[in-house]
C-alpha cells in the first residue's frame, strides 16, 4: 500500500469515518470559499465557551493525525510545514476548503481534507489556531532589517505591521523560512499549486534577494 493510501485508511480509522461516512449536506458555495454555514457555525461557537470548548476537544481528537506534519501544538517541527499555531481561524477554514475544493494542490492535503466533515475541519481549525506559536530570532539581522524594510513598504497593509494578518488573511509572523519562501515563490510564478491574484501583484517585482531577506524577518516576527 502506498503511503497515501495508508494515511487516508490511517485517518478514517481514526475518526471513525469508516463506519459512518460523514454527513454532508452544505449549501452550495464558490471553490474555495468557507460555506455560510461553517461561518455562521464559528461566530454562534464564540458566543458560547461550552459549546466552543467541545469542538475544541474534538480538534485535538482530528489533530492526532495531523500532528505527524504539524505537530500537536500546531508548532510544525519540519521547516517546510506551516505552522498551525496562532493561525487565523477563518483564514485556516479557507485554506482547508481551498485543498478540498482543489483550489489550492497538495497531494497529500487535497484528498485528506476531502475526508473530512465540515464540522471536523471546523473542529481541527479551531484547536489548532487556538495554540501559542514561537518565532525564531533572525541568525542575519542585516538581512532582517533589510526585509523588514521590504515588509514595511506594502505587506503590513494586509498582513499587519506584525504579521498576524486577521480573520481573511494570513498570519505569517513566526511561520517556516522554507515553507514562506515557497508561498511567495508560487505566488510570483502564478504556480498551478496556489496562486492568488493579490498576492501576484505583490510579489511580481520582489528579487531574489528582496525574498530571502522577508523571509528571514517574517520568520523572526512574535
Ligand atoms: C504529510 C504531512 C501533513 C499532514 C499529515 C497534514 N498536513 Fe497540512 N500541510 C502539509 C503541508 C506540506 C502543507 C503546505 C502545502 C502547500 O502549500 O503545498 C500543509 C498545509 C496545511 C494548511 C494551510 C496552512 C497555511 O498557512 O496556509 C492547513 C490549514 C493544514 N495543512 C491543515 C492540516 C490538517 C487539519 C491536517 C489533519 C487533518 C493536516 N494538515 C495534515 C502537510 C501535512
Ligand atoms: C492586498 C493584500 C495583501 C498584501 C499587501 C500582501 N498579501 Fe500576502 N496574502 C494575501 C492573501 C489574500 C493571501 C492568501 C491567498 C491564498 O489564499 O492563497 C496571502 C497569503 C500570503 C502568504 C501565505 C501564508 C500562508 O500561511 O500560507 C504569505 C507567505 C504572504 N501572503 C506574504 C506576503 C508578503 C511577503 C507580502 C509583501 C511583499 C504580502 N504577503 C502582501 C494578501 C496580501
Redesign the pocket.
Known amino acids: 500500500m502506498d503511503k497515501l493510501n495508508f494515511?487516508r485508511l490511517a485517518?478514517a480509522f481514526l475518526l471513525g469515518l469508516a463506519a459512518a461516512p460523514a454527513v454532508l449536506a452544505q449549501a452550495a458555495a464558490p471553490g474555495g470559499a468557507v460555506p455560510q454555514m461553517t461561518e455562521d457555525k464559528l461566530q454562534e461557537l464564540r458566543k458560547d465557551a461550552g459549546s466552543f470548548e467541545k469542538m475544541y476537544r474534538t480538534g485535538r481528537k482530528?489533530?492526532d493525525?495531523?500532528s505527524?506534519?504539524?505537530g500537536q501544538s500546531g508548532q510544525s517541527t519540519k521547516t517546510?510545514?506551516?505552522n498551525?499555531a496562532g493561525?487565523n481561524t477563518g483564514y485556516?477554514l479557507a485554506?482547508?476548503q481551498k485543498f478540498t475544493d482543489g483550489k489550492?494542490i497538495?497531494s497529500?492535503?487535497g484528498p485528506?481534507?476531502k475526508k473530512?466533515s465540515s464540522d471536523e475541519k471546523l473542529a481541527?481549525?479551531i484547536y489548532?489556531t487556538n495554540q501559542e506559536v514561537t518565532s525564531r530570532p533572525a541568525t542575519d539581522p542585516a538581512m532582517a532589517s533589510r526585509g523588514k524594510a521590504v515588509y514595511e513598504k506594502n505587506c503590513f497593509k494586509c498582513h499587519g505591521t506584525g504579521g498576524y494578518g486577521d480573520e481573511k488573511y494570513?498570519r505569517i509572523a513566526g511561520q517556516q523560512p522554507e515553507?514562506l519562501m515557497?508561498?511567495i515563490r508560487r505566488y510570483k510564478e502564478g504556480s498551478a499549486?496556489?496562486s492568488d491574484e493579490k498576492m501576484m501583484k505583490q510579489t511580481r517585482s520582489l528579487t531574489e534577494d528582496d525574498m530571502k531577506a522577508l523571509v528571514m524577518y517574517i520568520g523572526s516576527l512574535k
Open positions: 494515511a485517518l482530528v489533530a493525525f495531523c505527524h506534519c504539524h517546510d510545514v506551516p498551525l493561525q485556516a485554506q482547508l489550492r497538495n497529500f492535503c485528506l481534507m473530512l481541527v481549525a489548532y494570513a515553507y515557497t508561498s499549486a496556489r
